[in-house]
């Protein structure tokens, strides 16, 4: 298995661009997860699902949009990039039931 | 507030050093206690679930213990490979987790 996988390792968009971060699971799992990292903070929730078809917002959600039209693949899209948005993205999933949750290596975004 | 606080920040320790990291937490409802460790440009590595206070779990040189409002990852004689940023998380009812900002360990030999 090759468990969680983001595309592309690294970005750098100007502002005002839009592009979509791929994640895809092969485990079968139902949650999937889109986490950013900033220094000094805490991993923070952007969005979740909790199966195909379905997903919601996390803490900060503004300026990025999910959907899940399948259970391997929840892409995260940024619609108009901002230099707040310059992070470390992580996408993660975990199997109904489980709480453990199971990350991918990540994206660095860097927003000019 | 739902809060996730780690301390120190930054843990420097001689080879065979021993010592903890803490993790203290506020929540209204644990439903568990995660630890991971983060390697530098890789994604957290899971390492532990506590679930409720008094629990206890091992894996080679660490130790994860709970209570009602904190857990400690007792690292014992490190190595330079357990060098890493260790982060703790909570979980509440639903879905949300709740990360704490992380402890970088350098074991130095």
């Known amino acids: 298995n090759a468990g969680v996988t983001q595309t592309p390792k690294f970005q750098v968009l100007k502002t005002g661009q839009s592009m979509t971060l791929q994640c895809a699971q092969d485990?079968?799992?139902?949650?999937m997860s889109w986490y950013r990292q900033d220094p000094g903070m805490g991993l923070r929730l952007i969005h979740y699902?909790?199966?195909?078809?379905?997903?919601d917002q996390g803490e900060v959600p503004n300026g990025y949009n999910v959907s899940r039209s399948t259970t391997e693949d929840f892409p995260l899209r940024l619609l108009s990039a901002a230099p707040s948005q310059t992070s470390v993205y992580f996408c993660?999933?975990?199997?109904?039931?489980?709480?453990?949750?199971?990350f991918g290596p990540g994206t660095r975004l860097t927003v000019t | 507030e739902d809060q996730v606080t780690q301390s120190p920040e930054a843990l420097r320790l001689q080879e065979g050093e021993s010592s903890s990291l803490n993790c203290s937490y506020t929540?209204?409802?644990?439903?568990?206690l995660f630890w991971y460790r983060q390697d530098p440009g890789k994604g957290p590595e899971f390492l532990f679930t506590?679930?409720?206070a008094g629990e206890e779990k091992e894996k080679e040189r660490l130790k994860a213990t709970l209570t009602k409002k904190e857990s400690f990852l007792h690292i014992t004689a490190p190595k330079p490979e357990d060098s890493a940023t260790y982060l703790c998380?909570?979980?509440?009812?639903?879905?949300?987790?709740?990360f704490g900002a992380g402890t970088i360990l350098r074991v130095k030999s």
């Open positions: 929540v209204s409802g644990l439903r568990g």
């Open positions: 485990m079968n799992h139902e949650y």
């Open positions: 699902s909790v199966g195909a078809g379905i997903t």
């Open positions: 993660a999933s975990r199997d109904r039931g489980q709480y453990e949750q199971y």
């Open positions: 998380a909570v979980q509440e009812y639903g879905n949300k987790l709740v």
């Open positions: 506590l679930y409720s």
